[in-house]
């Protein structure tokens, strides 16, 4: 099946360091890949859509100076959470859609990163 | 705006027991509607989709749900569970946003098995 990697799956870092997480699709293409955020014991909520070859869409709030996104290639996407806070602790997942794939509705997941700010 | 939610933060069951976990949707359109599990320390994994057509979906691990329209619910079942099933599980809802398809998801279910 379609396989999504993240990568790191833990970061600890300083605050106002800048932090990089990557995510790949390992066995298929995604023009379109996804941010999502979650706190502890809450849902998911979408950050941004990243598109191959252009610019990342925002959800409402979600500052694009803060979490830049780079979608360089139709296997990965990086968020750069800049100048990180306490309060940007959470966990980061990705998900991918197999641009090949009939199936529109299809997002395969990421295990996650967790980023810790001190 | 589309909304979902899932009525039930925490669900302890007893092995071989069956099992529903609650999720309600807010829509005035279209509705494609999803579960999706997560294991702990692993990325979610689709359970089962309702697109259209026939309003029981059966999906992977002998779970089930029942898209209701009348109620604008989709509650998830699943007859006899075992100590695997132990997650988190999240209702969604996909929605058009921006131009495209976005996922749309509950504030999650912790499932607890108990022997």
């Known amino acids: 099946g379609a396989v999504v990697s993240q990568h790191p799956s833990r970061v600890i870092c300083k605050s106002g360091t800048s932090v990089k997480i990557e995510c790949r699709s390992l066995?298929?293409?995604?023009?379109?890949m996804f941010w999502y955020r979650q706190f502890p014991k809450q849902s998911l909520m979408l950050m941004a859509t990243s598109n191959e070859g252009s610019k990342a869409t925002y959800e409402q709030g979600v500052e694009k100076d803060k979490f830049l996104i780079n979608h360089a290639s139709l296997t990965l996407s990086t968020l750069t959470v800049t100048s990180a806070h306490p309060e940007d602790s959470s966990f980061y997942i990705c998900?991918?859609?197999?641009?090949?794939?009939?199936?529109?509705?299809?997002?395969?997941f990421g295990p996650g990163t967790r980023l810790l700010v001190l | 705006a589309q909304s979902v939610t899932q009525l039930d933060s925490q669900v302890p069951v007893f092995e071989e027991a069956p099992v529903e976990l609650r999720c309600n949707y807010s829509s005035s359109v279209s509705v494609y509607l999803f579960w999706y599990v997560q294991y702990p320390n692993q990325g979610l994994q689709l359970l089962l989709k309702y697109l259209s057509g026939s309003t029981l979906v059966k999906g992977i691990n002998g779970f089930e749900a029942e898209f209701n329209k009348s109620q604008t619910s989709f509650h998830l079942r699943k007859p006899s569970v075992h100590i695997s099933d132990t997650a988190e599980y999240f209702c969604a809802v996909s929605v058009k946003s921006q131009g495209a398809q976005k996922l749309v998801f509950g504030q999650g279910t912790r499932l607890t098995i108990n022997p």
């Open positions: 998900s991918a859609r197999d641009t090949r794939s009939p199936a529109w509705e299809t997002q395969y």
């Open positions: 066995d298929f293409q995604a023009t379109t």
